[in-house]
């Protein structure tokens, strides 16, 4: 078949035509599709890129509240005897051996006991109303009722507390010496400043020597000195480690 010049220029442009149109979806199209996901990628990584700075602003206000709770947590557990000076039964007698030899006074038997989980209790005064019952039943103007009220509120507030976890270790200890030497002993646990309590002492022959003492006994008879039992415990809690904020 013999194609004339209009024929030939006819086919010419349908080729050109389709040879766009398959250009456009071999090349171009995916090209658009392309352009299109990677504008989607770049605005999750602009709001990524938001996000973290977000997060790079808050951190100077993260650190200081960790160091404020790490201070608080340094302030509670100041008062407290250090673990490491009390963790067993040997570095308790350790610990406490300094306050007889300051006090002077003799330890005659002792039995310091290990560290164990224990509670911390409240003290308090709790205060007897005499009558109470009958009081408030009289009490036609509300008046006694506020007087109840006030007179015990420290003490209902402290005794709905609940009553915290810490460390403790007991301590029993007989001591001999003057009766200013013992008051002594106990004045030196009481002003120092970690928490020690003394639960419970019994004095022996304390009567006895101030009754000596007045009778003007002889040089040569054997003095008798007071003796001492006395039970303390005393209190311990882990201490927080220091926070470490810088990264790596």
């Given at each position: 078949m013999?194609l ?17 149109i398959a250009g456009?979806?071999?090349?171009i199209k995916?090209?658009i599709?392309?352009?299109?996901e990677?504008?989607d990628q770049?605005a ?5 890129k ?5 997060e ?8 200081d509240?960790?160091n404020?709770?790490y ?16 963790y ?14 300051d006090?002077?006074?003799?330890i005659?038997?002792?039995a ?14 709790e ?9 408030t ?10 007087y109840?009220e006030?007179?015990?509120a420290e003490?209902?507030a402290?005794s ?5 976890q810490?460390l403790?270790a007991t301590?029993t200890?007989t001591l001999?010496?003057s ?15 970690e928490?020690?309590?003394?639960n ?12 000596k ?6 040089d040569d008879?054997?003095?008798v000195?007071?003796k001492a039992?006395?039970?303390l415990?005393l209190?311990?809690?882990y ?9 790596e």
């Amino acid at each position: 078949m013999k194609l004339n010049y209009r024929d030939k220029v006819i086919l010419g442009a349908i080729l050109a035509v389709a040879l766009l149109i398959a250009g456009f979806f071999l090349w171009i199209k995916p090209e658009i599709t392309d352009i299109g996901e990677n504008k989607d990628q770049l605005a999750k990584l602009e709001a990524d890129k938001a996000k973290v700075a977000d997060e790079i602003a808050e951190i100077p206000g993260i650190k200081d509240d960790i160091n404020a709770i790490y201070a608080d947590s340094k302030t509670l557990s100041g008062p407290f005897v250090e673990y490491n000076s009390i963790y067993d039964s040997r570095k308790v007698d350790q610990y406490m051996q300094s306050f007889a030899t300051d006090s002077k006074v003799k330890i005659l038997a002792l039995a310091p006991g290990d560290l164990s989980a224990g509670t911390l209790g409240y003290y308090y005064f709790e205060p007897v109303i005499v009558g109470e019952d009958m009081r408030t039943g009289v009490d036609i103007n509300g008046s006694d009722a506020k007087y109840i009220e006030e007179e015990k509120a420290e003490s209902n507030a402290l005794s709905d507390r609940t009553e915290e976890q810490v460390l403790s270790a007991t301590y029993t200890v007989t001591l001999e010496g003057s009766k200013e030497d013992i008051w002594k002993y106990m004045e030196t646990i009481e002003s120092q400043p970690e928490t020690i309590i003394i639960n419970s002492i019994t004095f022996s022959d304390l009567q006895l020597k101030e009754m000596k003492d007045d009778e003007a006994a002889e040089d040569d008879e054997e003095e008798v000195l007071p003796k001492a039992q006395m039970t303390l415990t005393l209190y311990s809690v882990y201490e927080m480690d220091q926070p470490y904020l810088e990264a790596e």
